[in-house]
């Protein structure tokens, strides 16, 4: 992919065809073997980084003016440091070689770079030139072809996300996982949502029921009246849909039962997003046997006084702790009581989204993604007073 987009977008391909050493690194720019000065006055050779904005399946028009520098800080010919080029930044990790130890400003006449080729030229210049004024003869057009990082990507387009917020090494935590959701109602759907939109391996839906009229309005999305008219099972309509952002979504067109449990033991993480009692005591029984970390989800809602109220409940079992479900009972084992105020079946399309929140939250912080203090291992949002409470730390 990355060689592609390299090969497909002009400004990117002059550079290369300039013969300087551009490649594409973690959905970064990057451009090698820039020579400057460091403060002892001798020629070095620095890598300037700059965030890809992708437009299509081309480079975009970058959105800032600044150029991220790994070297030592650059000075100038006359000795000076470069202070007119703004703060020195922070440190950051891009990819499992390069580092980053500075970042710079150069804001063009115009306010705005028109592309990558002008960008980088610009800043090539500035520390190219004084460079020159020691050794006339260094250059940053070596002519030399970088390969771009080859990325066995998930993703069928680069995740600039990422890149845009300089988070891409905390997001790599979650690569590799083989991830399940079982039941693809409201939450479980919000829940695929989330998890599409992060770079783990695999994504296995476990649903049997159609995708009707009802579970429009409780979903993310908005399906039209032809969809729904096709009552496609629930795991297909979802993977057509999110196939088209990732690949590796995995439709399981039967519910999970005694006969099928056997499908879970090679996930690494499972979200079960249903209210089958029965059935989810086996899922648990047999997820902590081959012990596989999962997060159980819940909504008791009722109407009270001519309004909604109710507990959004997010219950996780890893290694850490597992035996506060049955101590506590925090969750039924046994088959709802068609007579109580959950077998209404009240869901709301926001509330659905809080619950998966909260559950991908906690997954994510169970792979250092968030900071997670307490090691909480189940929590509680009560509607009505607008309270969080937690329990069970590890």
């Known amino acids: 992919m990355s060689r592609e987009l390299l090969d497909l977008s002009p400004d990117l391909l002059k550079l290369r065809n300039e013969g300087y050493e551009i490649a594409i690194l973690q959905n970064y720019a990057v451009v090698s073997n820039v020579p400057y000065l460091n403060s002892q006055m001798k020629v070095d050779r620095a890598t300037l980084v700059a965030k890809l904005i992708v437009t299509g399946d081309k480079a975009g028009i970058p959105d800032n003016h600044v150029i991220s520098f790994g070297g030592s ?10 202070t007119n080029l703004g703060g020195p930044g922070s440190k950051q990790k891009i990819g499992s070689d390069l580092v980053v130890n500075f970042q710079f400003s150069q804001k063009p006449a115009s306010g705005k770079y028109a592309n990558y080729y002008e960008k980088f030229t610009t800043y090539i210049a500035i520390f190219e030139n004084e460079a020159k004024e020691i050794d006339p003869t260094v250059t940053a057009r070596t002519y030399r072809i970088v390969e771009s990082e080859k990325q066995d990507s998930i993703f069928n387009y680069p995740d600039t996300n990422s890149s845009r917020a300089e988070i891409n090494m905390i997001s790599e935590k979650l690569r590799g996982y083989k991830i399940g959701i079982i039941g693809l109602g409201g939450t479980g759907s919000y829940v695929l949502d989330f998890v599409a939109k992060t770079p783990v391996a695999e994504i296995h839906l476990f649903d049997s ?45 039967e519910k999970i039962c005694l006969n099928n449990l056997h499908q879970l033991d090679k996930l690494d993480f499972i979200f079960i997003c249903i209210d089958q009692g029965f059935i989810k005591s086996k899922i648990f029984k047999r997820l902590e046997e081959v012990n596989v970390d999962f997060i159980d989800v819940g909504m008791g809602l009722g109407v009270e006084n001519g309004a909604i109220d109710g507990i959004i409940r997010t219950t996780a079992s890893t290694s850490l702790m597992r035996n506060h479900i049955y101590d506590k009972k ?64 590890a």
């Open 73 to 82: 800080f650059p000075y100038r010919a006359n000795g000076e440091k470069f």
């Open 330 to 393: 925090l969750i039924s084992l046994e088959d709802e009581d068609a007579a109580d105020d959950y077998s209404s079946n009240i869901q709301i399309a926001e509330l659905n989204c809080l619950n998966a929140t909260l559950a991908v939250i906690k997954w994510k912080k169970t792979l250092g993604f968030y900071v997670d203090t307490v090691k909480e291992h189940s929590s509680l949002y009560s509607i009505g007073d607008n309270n969080f409470h937690y329990d069970d730390e």
């Open 209 to 253: 029921d159609e995708f009707l009229a009802h579970n429009a309005f409780r979903s993310p999305g908005a399906p039209t009246m032809e969809e729904l008219n096709l009552k496609q099972n629930k795991v297909l309509y979802f993977r057509d849909i999110y196939s088209k952002m990732r690949k590796n979504i995995h439709a399981h067109t």
